[in-house]
DNA sequence: ACTGATTTGTGCGTATGTATC
DNA sequence: TGATACATACGCACAAATCAG
């Protein structure tokens, strides 16, 4: 179940084992855990290792630990439907939640090499770059990269400034109609700046998504990277009666 | 950039640390590593510790070490193509890489709430589950789980044995059509199993698809879970020319 | 309001593993 | 290789919060 001397702390593997557990459902969402006591007999170690394995969980918002009531499971999962048209705001109202962000940073610089090739500019010319931050329920859910030809907005973080939004910002730039043409899906762990964004640990996954979205002629417009914590997260293609 | 007193050993957040950079491209695939004495020092660890990294990533089969010569990345990613009637075999050959793989178990199973529901049958109703290993390159690729409802198709797993491909199976059996409905993507840290089929190290992420396969009528087929190593995969959904 | 049982919170001493020099 | 420093893990004890009667 957990072994001593792989390199890894006993109270992580615990940590990581316990999250495992929650996102399989083997504890429901809101359900109070096993007393310390029981699951600390159950990996075999001591009370103190299991309680920084719960702290670590505490810290990430997995659990939640009341002195005197126990642990309980405090999750927050979140289906990130994707179709041609979905925008960030309708995904998540639709799931009554309360969708939230703001915008870290807004730069022109050089586009990467991937980013040029994917927008059809020359390597190294010029684009806006937006880094945003969303929110559902008041909780980050995903940190986002916004990449935008320069040559065809040159205006278009004047124009953000005003409208608050992207969706909002390219309509008033003749961009009406936008539609998602391809997504990458990968995964990997964070690095620090992320898991700093994302409240999350450095030992969980996030979910990266890579994207082209395309104006009505097939022309690309916005070439979006965005990453979410893979705990609070299931990406879904297609329809969304899933 | 490496950090004590996290629980996790400095040699592995090392290994963690290249492992990404190679993934990232930061170091191409086949190039030189810098020396084990350069890398110690960008690490500020001492270099029996740098070589305990080394020595993890290559048992991964990340990096080569030859002696004299210097280390070397040995990296194999794949664009896992996703579309309506995407089938694993042309995914891999059509990125030039020889596909294989192998039945892993062939089971009756009574169905999980989750596979009932998509399925449409009723919660325990029986379904066929077939666990397979899909390589490519000889080398371990995904580890799948294929549910069939039994009462749709009884004999499957006999067909099954005979033509050695779920396609091919499913032709015999009526459906020669079948197209993805909905995929849902989502990425955690692998058990001990999955890590093990994947030859995978324990805290690297696998990317894990669920998707539902229907017939031309829309009725369900096959309800299918796919485990992938997210440091050699990358899902792509949409256009082929992403 | 009190009591006892349960459960989490905290302190301390010790042994072992990890990493450095 | 041996000495040193520190994180990890254990065992025990007791304090604090909660809840049922």
Chains 1, 2 share one sequence.
């Not at 083997?26 to 170690?45: D, H, I, K, N, Q």
């Not at 659990?63 to 998540?92: A, C, M, P």
């Not at 936008?178 to 969980?204: F, G, I, Q």
């Not at 299931?234 to 009666?241: A, D, K, L, P, Y």
Request: charged share 30%; no cysteine.
């Amino acid at each position: 179940m957990i072994e001593r001397e792989r390199g890894v702390a006993l109270w992580r593997q615990i940590e990581e084992r316990l999250a495992e557990d929650i996102a399989a459902g083997v504890y429901a969402s809101g359900s109070r855990l096993p007393t310390e006591p029981e699951l600390a007999a159950r990996f075999g170690v001591n009370r103190h290792t299991l309680r920084r394995a719960m702290s670590e969980l505490e810290k990430r918002g997995v659990v939640r630990v009341e002195q005197g009531r126990g642990s309980f499971v405090q999750e927050h999962v979140l289906d990130y439907f994707v179709g041609r048209r979905t925008r960030f705001s309708e995904i998540v109202s639709r799931q009554n939640r309360r969708p939230g962000g703001r915008l870290l940073r807004a730069a022109e610089e050089a586009a990467p090499a991937a980013v040029a090739r994917d927008l059809k500019i020359p390597a190294g010319a010029a684009v806006h770059r937006l880094t945003t931050l969303s929110e559902v329920d008041g909780r980050p859910m995903t940190v986002s990269d916004h990449y935008f030809p320069k040559a065809r907005f040159p205006d278009l973080i004047g124009v953000y400034a005003d409208t608050g939004s992207i969706t909002k910002a390219l309509t008033r730039l003749g961009v009406g109609n936008y539609e998602r043409k391809w997504t990458r899906v990968l995964a990997r762990m964070p690095d620090a700046e992320e898991a700093e964004h994302l409240k999350l640990s450095r030992n969980r996954p996030v979910l990266v998504t890579e994207a082209l979205n395309v104006d009505a002629e097939g022309g690309p417009v916005e070439y979006g990277i965005s990453r979410f914590a893979a705990d609070r997260t299931q990406i879904v293609f297609g329809s969304e009666t899933g």
